[in-house]
């Protein structure tokens, strides 16, 4: 699952133009670290919804890698 | 009652309603109405034909009803021309108005606003300060444009779009030419800041267009596209709210200020027009 993740982020930096990243840290924030703005945060959500039938944020707002591990179960 | 400053000039078969105000330095030309409660601030000119409904203000240094070129090609011989405003609008210092358009009611306009020829508006309608809207155009009600935003002739808006500030809607799809191609936003859309519309592009309803974003291809309903040249990037149903992260769209779900359904919530008040004119999903 989180080599899944890693490939979906980097789907996202990839379409963003920024650069890739090799390994997930589970502290990483989205918007900090990688850098994720609320399109990109939505994209995500979308992607994850689509291959796990979660919504991420159903809950209200997360932030880092771990959380989002965390909802996908 | 009328109340007018010094300095004013009326021309021939003017009508004035009831408890007008005019400040000083105001010329009114021939063949004007005005409706009762209107407010005409000072260095105002009001050319032939206008009609300004009831509770209208004009703040100052604004000319209402711009001559056409025709006035300029024959020195100030002109066919007729004219211009109705209707009731409730705000028209803000330093606006020119062209002659030959009709614009609805509760119109408002920011300051030094230039609206064209043959622009027909809607009721409702803001337009924010140094628009230009080109004229040969039609806007829906509701519709809320924020500054500086340009609208190339032959655009079509439809009702409750948002057009935030420095957008721009083009129609030249080779310049210069002499073929105009207008864009047309459907209800609902929302183009933000910065974005260019190219020309003849059609931006469907509920759609969102990103900052910046230049739009070279029509966006589906519920798009939302971003870039340059702009691309479809997700459904704006996933959207959400940066602090809450609840949904924000279909924006008329969750914002009402300012809309015929402020207090009621758009379900509500849509069930009670019981039509279908509004697409609704």
Redesign the interface.
């Known amino acids: 699952m989180e080599q899944n993740l890693l490939s979906v982020i980097n789907e996202i930096l990839t ?1 963003k133009n920024g650069a890739i990243i090799e390994t997930l840290n589970g502290n990483m924030s989205l918007r900090k670290d990688l850098g994720f703005d ?2 990109d ?3 995500l ?2 992607k994850l919804d689509a291959e796990y039938g979660i919504d991420i ?6 932030d880092t890698v771990e959380e989002v591990l965390n909802k996908l179960g | 009652m009328l109340v007018a400053g010094q300095n004013c000039a009326f021309g021939d078969n003017v009508s004035f309603g009831d408890n007008i105000k005019i400040g000083q330095n105001v010329i009114i030309e021939d063949n004007v109405k005005l409706g009762n409660n209107v407010i005409i601030e000072d260095n105002i000119i009001i050319r032939s034909g206008v009609t300004l409904g009831n509770d209208t203000i004009v703040s100052s240094n604004c000319i209402i009803g711009e001559h056409l070129m025709d006035w300029y090609e024959n020195r100030g011989y002109t066919q007729n021309h004219y211009l109705t405003i209707g009731d409730h609008a705000l028209i803000r210092s330093g606006t020119i108005i062209y002659s030959d358009s009709q614009i609805g009611t509760h119109f408002q306009t920011g300051h030094f606003v230039s609206i064209r020829e043959k622009s027909v508006i809607g009721n409702h309608v803001s337009v924010g300060t140094l628009c230009n809207i080109q004229g040969y155009c039609k806007i829906g009600d509701f519709v809320r444009m924020h500054s500086n935003v340009q609208i190339g002739q032959k655009s079509v808006i439809e009702d409750y779009v948002w057009i935030f500030p420095n957008v721009v809607l083009t129609n030249d799809p080779q310049p210069p030419s002499n073929e105009l191609v207008g864009s047309h936003i459907c209800s609902f859309a929302v183009v933000a800041t910065g974005a260019i519309i190219l020309p003849g592009m059609r931006i469907n309803g509920d759609s969102l267009v990103a900052a910046g974003a230049v739009v070279a291809q029509d966006v589906a309903e519920f798009s939302v596209v971003r870039g340059n040249p702009a691309k479809h990037v997700l459904d704006i149903r996933w959207l959400r709210n940066q602090k809450t992260g609840e949904k924000v769209y279909p924006w008329r779900y969750y914002f009402e200020r300012g809309m015929p359904w402020e207090d009621v919530g758009y379900e509500a008040w849509y069930a009670k027009l019981g039509v279908e004119s509004i697409k609704d999903k």
């Open positions: 379409d609320s399109m945060l939505a994209v959500t979308a944020f159903e809950d209200g707002i997360i």
